[in-house]
């Protein structure tokens, strides 16, 4: 329920106009519910049904992708009174990006995300909660591109974005709205450097605990040094005041926002490092913290039907106020670390068939009693692609 790692990245240009894929997946887990005692360990199972449509024209964009998740577990020797019936569950990811281009120089689009899944970190990958309640989250983000001339041009978007719980295992599993503007400009000096100017205004709003106003502005660089070696910068200023201060608890935010990322990729192999450091958007209840994330990705494709993926990071998390016991008995400002690995190795044996074996480890290490886990998952999973139609 804890840290998870999300590895696949979907191109448009990669696809067929119209595809099917279905995957099934076994999963050994030896601390399911991510405690520090009393693990529980089992079987998962899992049939995720894909369908895709993309379709690339001389004036539009359309790229639609569904899958549903059927999750099963088997012989979990829970320690608590949890029913296994009530873990099983049918999750959903859908998303749709479309564009359409009016004239030249103006195009108007919209993103659409929507998940319903148990693990938090299925809607970002760098919170630190740990539930197993089931959620649905849903993203739309309007916008608008102008291009003022060949270098300048800037974004205008909207974002709604709202989360459900459909249980409550957990005192922060709490329902969260949010309105989000952004304006974005981007300046091109030549085909090697881009310089962008951010601005994001946002207001977020909770069923009970103190919601927020946020104002953000980031400005980053884009370099490319060759044709094989990438790299970008950016970094801010963010404010958030919140609707109800409480002394200790929670009070408004000044923090620097900022990150960078190195990256080589050959047709061959590919290699990104990066670094973040950014205050959540969504906290535990009136507890907020921030994370910085330092990661590693490796792609290896030097075989014909063999290719082996690695994602390595290691993470800090400060909270702002949350205080705990710690292991000597004091109370403590808590302060967590992360680390975790995901290695994967994906075989081709047809055309249309991949079978996968992947290892993930995750330990968290905190100064506060009851907040180390340490999380190994095993899984082998075999998965048909077909295309309904290539054009």
Known sequence: ???????????????????????????????????????????????????????????HTILF?????????????????????????????????????????LRLGIDERFLVSRRPTDMYIGTNRISASKYLRNWSSPYMEYQINERVGFTLQYTFDNLQYREFSSIYDEDTEAHTFNASFVYEKNFKTRFLLNYQSSIRDYDGSSGYNKNQFIFGIK??????????????????????????????IKDFPGGLKLSRETKKNKVELSYN????????GDNYYTVNRLSLNVLFLNFQKIKFSNYFFYEW??????????????????????FGFDLYVDYLVKPWLTISLGYTRIERDSNVIKGDYKENRLFLT????YELWRG
């Open 65 to 105: 992708d569904y899958g549903l998740k059927v999750i099963r577990y088997n012989n979990i020797d829970t320690y608590s009174d949890i029913d296994l019936k009530d873990l099983n569950y049918i999750g959903h990811r859908l998303g749709l990006q479309a564009k359409r281009k009016v004239t030249d120089q």
């Open 382 to 385: 075999f998965e048909g692609f």
């Open 277 to 284: 450091h950014h205050p959540v958007e969504i906290g535990e």
């Open 1 to 59: 329920w804890g840290n998870n790692i999300y590895r696949e990245k979907l191109k448009s240009d990669d696809l067929a106009p119209i595809s099917f894929s279905i995957k099934m997946e076994n999963e050994y887990n030896d601390n399911v519910f991510s405690t520090e005692d009393d693990m529980s360990s089992g079987l998962i199972n899992y049939i995720v049904p894909r369908f895709i449509v993309n379709s690339i024209g001389t004036r």
């Open 317 to 338: 998390v400060y909270y702002d106020k949350l205080k705990g016991l710690s292991h000597g008995g004091s109370l403590k400002k808590r302060d967590d670390k992360l």
């Open 223 to 252: 370099r490319k040094f060759n044709p094989e070696i990438k790299g970008e910068i950016f970094t801010g200023y963010e404010t958030r005041k919140f609707d109800r201060e409480i002394k200790g608890v929670v009070e408004d």
